[in-house]
Structures are given as structure tokens and as C-alpha cells.
């Protein structure tokens, strides 16, 4: 199993209500795509200092999993719509993880 | 239920010894800090282009836990002995997720 995490730092102009749009796309996105047997996207909590101010966790089986959740139509429009204008900084990864290690 | 995700970016001169000996003292550490529930740490597996170098996940209870996980000796000394010198970049989050929601 993979888990891909990304971190977004968004430019200055962005407003609450973009976050808010942006939420709610990726959690209509993640609802229709069946390889996705977890997601998790939200902004930062800033329970700690020096944050990111957005981030994404997936989980999927393998690559070809993350590449039909990452290349989705969806994903793209995701972009397009939002993240594309919204982002000044993104840190991404993908992890191994192994089925139930995360709960 | 909280998600702390962290994405790291190293130095120009780190080498693959210097993550197999931090990844071994993480994954010690988290072994001994109950409030975590989940831990996970690892190099990135590159499966997309442009990712950082390495990813960390924890999942705990709540921000007590999350501080007693983040301020414990044995966090600390994982930045001293290792990330300290290695991180050229740091990109970390907090995310509010539900019970049961990653899997």
C-alpha cells in the first residue's frame, strides 16, 4: 500500500472562501474514485508553528491506484480550477505503508 | 483524531546511510511514545515527479498528544543527531480526521 501526502503553501490573496471551494472539490473528487481507500484533505490545524497551510493524505494500493487517482479528470480539474492559482508551494511524497498500520 | 504529516527535503550531501540510521531512530523512538497511535517514516518512493526526499505521518488523539509525541526527549534528539544537519526544507501539517478514516 502507498501513502501520498502533499503540503500546500498558498499565495497571499488566497481567501478562506477558495479553501472552502477547494475542500470540497477534493472531497467530491475522492468520493468517486474507487482506488482511493482513504483521503483526507483539510487545512492546517496550525497546532504547531512553521506550517504548511493546506494538506492532502491518500491512500491507495499501488501505483497504478495513485495514477488513476493523480491523472483522474477529477484531479485535473482540481487543479485547473484551484490549486493551479492557489499555490505558492507544494511538498509532496508517497510512502510504503503496510495495510493496517495506519488507524 | 489528528494526521501530523511532514515532508523533508535534504541537503545536497546527505547520504543514504544518514536516512537508514534516522529512519531506524524514528521508527525506535515512535515504538516507545504510546500516544502514538500510528507512525510512519520513510524515504519517498518517487512514484510521481518533484517530490521532496522524505515523509513522516502520525496519527494521535489530540494536540496533548501530539506535543507529547513532537517535545519527547527522543524526538528531540532524532533532530540533534540527524535531521538538524540533514534538512535543507520542512513542509508540515495538521490535519483533523476521523476515527477509522485511514486505512
Redesign the interface.
Known amino acids: 500500500m502507498?501513502?501520498?501526502?502533499?503540503?500546500f503553501?498558498w499565495k497571499d490573496d488566497v481567501t478562506e472562501a477558495d479553501v472552502t471551494a477547494l475542500t470540497e472539490a477534493l472531497l467530491t473528487m475522492a468520493a468517486g474514485i474507487p482506488e482511493l481507500?482513504?483521503y483526507?484533505a483539510?487545512p492546517?490545524?496550525?497546532?504547531?508553528p512553521?506550517?504548511?497551510?493546506?494538506?492532502v493524505?491518500a491512500?491507495v494500493d499501488d501505483?497504478a491506484g495513485?495514477d488513476a487517482y493523480?491523472d483522474s479528470p477529477e484531479h485535473l480539474a482540481a487543479y485547473e480550477n484551484f490549486i493551479g492559482r492557489m499555490l505558492a508551494?507544494?511538498?509532496?511524497?508517497?510512502?510504503?505503508?503496510a495495510e493496517?498500520?495506519?488507524?
Open positions: 502507498i501513502l501520498h501526502i502533499a503540503a503553501r481507500r482513504s483526507v483539510a492546517n490545524l496550525h497546532l504547531r512553521a506550517g504548511f497551510d493546506y494538506g493524505a491512500v501505483q495513485l493523480l508551494e507544494r511538498a509532496a511524497v508517497q510512502l510504503p505503508i493496517g498500520s495506519l488507524r
